[in-house]
Every structure is written in structure tokens, then in C-alpha cells.
């Protein structure tokens, strides 16, 4: 199986690169990538960029160039609470785009970047505890005052790629596989982690690790 996973946001490609200290980087278009053999399976490792530009673009690069059976995205989210706790890991099943404002109509434009994504090929019981649900996404952190509209729509998290990589891969027909650990919890005063990019790094470090880690035994989950 072709694998390729994409990785988001600085702090998330800065947390895997030391777990690879052999790997040999390379430039694509839109950042570092390098390959790997990870329990007899090749996998390539991009670090695509943050945000819906980036993702959208990078995406589209590697399913163009290298036709993978499988993309993988693993990075952070931020969690609302009361729905997820810090830590928990988010198996993405629908994304959807909050941060479109249209003013010269009554459209509702949220469903056109709505995307549900096919997770039929991933057998189950999965292999590790995970919530799976859906997250929204936007090239903003979390605004608390979003928080009550994002979850009247489903949302148990947000973040910034993976609605633009879900609605890319939907219309590849591209399988994707999202996950995400919830990095910290907003509310609506807040989070924790906001003003303090020390946390952040330091609990994306970890998330990133633990997903490294496991990635082999969700491989393993997929039939194809």
C-alpha cells in the first residue's frame, strides 16, 4: 500500500522530524518532505502547511505526482469542552468550512465545503480509544464566541487543514485518513493554550509522537 501523510501546522512537522533522525529531506512545492520504511511499509512524509491554501494545494500535489492509496493526515485540534478532553484523539468522519462570510446573498454556503468522509476500508474494533466525530475548520484559532454555532452544527473540535484536505481528497476520491489529538480545550472564556505557544509546541510534541507511534497499527486496520 502507497501511503502518504501529511503534516500541518510548523509545530507538528518541527515534533516528527527528530523522531526520523535518519531521514533525508527533500523540497516539494510547498515545503520539506522525506520517505521512510516503517515496518516494511514505504511511507512519504510532507510537511504541506498550515492552513486551507496550503492544505488545498498540497493535496493536490501529491495525489497528481504520486497517486498514494492512502493519505493520512495526523496533527492538533482544539476541542470544545465538554465534548472532548485534552488529549483525546479525534478519528475525523465530516469537516466542514466556518470562516466564509457571504453578504450578497442568503446562501447558506456552509454545506458546498461540507465533506463526509468514507471510512468503510478502516475495519473495526479501531485499534486505539479515539472520538470520532467532526471537526470544523477555519485559517483562525478558535473564537470562543463560535463555539455554541460550531457545535449546534455537529462540530466536536476545530482547526485550520482538515476541511480543505477532506473536500480536496472527496473530490479525488482519494481516502483519507484524519486524525487529530486535542491539544488543549476551549471554552468560552478561552484556552489555555492561547498567548502561550510554549504549551502548544510542548503538547504537540507529544500528540505527534503518540500518532507516530501508533500510525503502523492503523495501516494495519486498513483493507483495501
Known amino acids: 500500500m502507497k501511503t502518504t501523510v501529511l503534516i500541518s501546522a510548523i509545530a507538528e512537522w518541527n515534533a516528527v522530524r527528530p523522531l526520523f533522525p535518519n531521514a533525508k529531506l527533500r523540497s516539494f512545492p510547498f515545503g520539506e518532505c522525506f520517505d521512510m520504511v516503517i515496518q516494511d511499509e514505504h511511507i512519504s512524509f510532507f510537511h504541506s502547511g498550515w492552513g486551507k491554501i496550503a492544505s488545498a494545494g498540497s493535496m493536490q500535489y501529491v495525489i497528481d505526482k504520486y497517486s498514494p492509496d492512502l493519505v493520512v493526515n495526523l496533527g492538533t485540534c482544539g476541542g470544545f469542552e465538554g465534548g472532548v478532553k485534552q488529549g483525546d484523539i479525534v478519528l475525523v468522519d465530516k469537516t466542514y468550512v466556518y470562516d466564509i462570510v457571504e453578504l450578497m446573498d442568503d446562501l447558506d454556503v456552509v454545506p458546498y ?50 476541511g480543505a484536505l477532506a473536500w480536496v481528497a472527496g ?54
Open 113 to 162: 465545503y461540507a465533506s463526509s468522509l468514507d471510512l468503510s476500508w478502516l475495519t473495526e474494533p479501531y485499534p486505539f480509544p479515539i472520538r470520532r466525530g467532526m471537526i470544523a475548520s477555519a485559517d483562525s484559532d478558535l473564537l470562543p464566541a463560535k463555539i455554541p454555532l460550531l457545535q449546534s452544527l455537529g462540530a466536536i473540535a476545530a482547526d485550520w487543514e482538515s
Open 171 to 224: 473530490r479525488n476520491n482519494a481516502r483519507l485518513l484524519i486524525l487529530r489529538g486535542v491539544s488543549d480545550v476551549v471554552s468560552e472564556e478561552g484556552s489555555e493554550a492561547y498567548n502561550n505557544i510554549e504549551l502548544f509546541n510542548e503538547r504537540a510534541r507529544g500528540i505527534m509522537a503518540q500518532l507516530i507511534e501508533q500510525l503502523p497499527d492503523w495501516l494495519n486496520a486498513v483493507k483495501l
